[in-house]
T-cell receptor, first 110, second 116 residues
Framework: SQQGEEDPQALSIQEGENATMNCSYK?????LQWYRQNSGRGLVHLILIRSNEREKHSGRLRVTLDTSKKSSSLLITASRAADTASYFCATDAAGNKLTFGGGTRVLVKP | GAGVSQSPRYKVTKRGQDVALRCDPI?????LYWYRQALGQGPEFLTYFNYEAQQDKSGLPNDRFSAERPEGSISTLTIQRTEQRDSAMYRC??????????????FGPGTRLTVT
């Protein structure tokens, strides 16, 4: 079973708009990570947020973490066509291994 | 520098054959993880190593699956007597430290396995 569940499953936006996706998880974590996967390619690490952090930024990415609600959100600002990809959250709840969610498929239309 | 590499990139095999999938992690990385990813799903943990020691193999589906990392670098995932349900993308990732889930993992391009 998957620890993280992303919402929505799919998202379609226009270039320049913001994209927000959420991740919920079930048990306590030390950290939560977001990865991106472009079509037919490998996964690339985007950002890691630790359980004692509430918000983190990296370029056009903003991640929040609410451990009381066991949820995280990823915001991509001013989206570009190159942001079209699947986005996965991953947690370390089950020991020294990552458990991934099912992903949010984002389509950015030019 | 070189990233994580995997070979072969594509493997088509007949049901009942054995296959060996190779992962070459980033040089010096301590931990190495194997995942399986079905189409449209996130990666699913299979097993991981710190150096040459297999630390957790709880994600291996059954005893037809095994993995080794004999010298603490290259790893091989072997599937014996393949079945059609084994068809998937197999991904490898490495991390700098022994606590690979607490830090960024670097993924390889994957091996697409098709069992006919």
């Amino acid at each position: 079973s998957q620890q993280g569940e992303e919402d929505p499953q799919a998202l379609s936006i226009q270039e320049g708009e913001n994209a927000t996706m959420n991740c919920s998880y079930k048990t306590s974590i030390n950290n939560l990570q977001w990865y991106r996967q472009n079509s037919g390619r490998g996964l690339v690490h985007l950002i890691l947020i630790r359980s004692n952090e509430r918000e983190k930024h990296s370029g056009r990415l903003r991640v929040t973490l609410d451990t009381s609600k066991k949820s995280s959100s990823l915001l991509i600002t001013a989206s570009r066509a190159a942001d079209t990809a699947s986005y996965f959250c991953a947690t370390d709840a089950a020991g020294n291994k990552l458990t991934f969610g099912g992903g949010t498929r984002v389509l950015v239309k030019p | 520098g070189a990233g994580v590499s995997q070979s072969p990139r594509y493997k088509v095999t007949k049901r009942g054959q054995d296959v060996a999938l190779r992962c070459d992690p980033i040089s010096g990385h301590v931990s190495l993880y194997w995942y399986r990813q079905a189409l449209g799903q996130g990666p699913e943990f299979l097993t991981y190593f710190n150096y040459e020691a297999q630390q957790d193999k709880s994600g291996l589906p059954n005893d037809r699956f095994s993995a080794e990392r004999p010298e603490g670098s290259i790893s091989t995932l072997t599937i014996q007597r393949t079945e059609q349900r084994d068809s998937a993308m197999y991904r490898c990732a490495s991390s700098e430290t022994a606590q690979g889930a607490l830090y960024e993992q670097y993924f390889g391009p994957g091996t697409r396995l098709t069992v006919t």
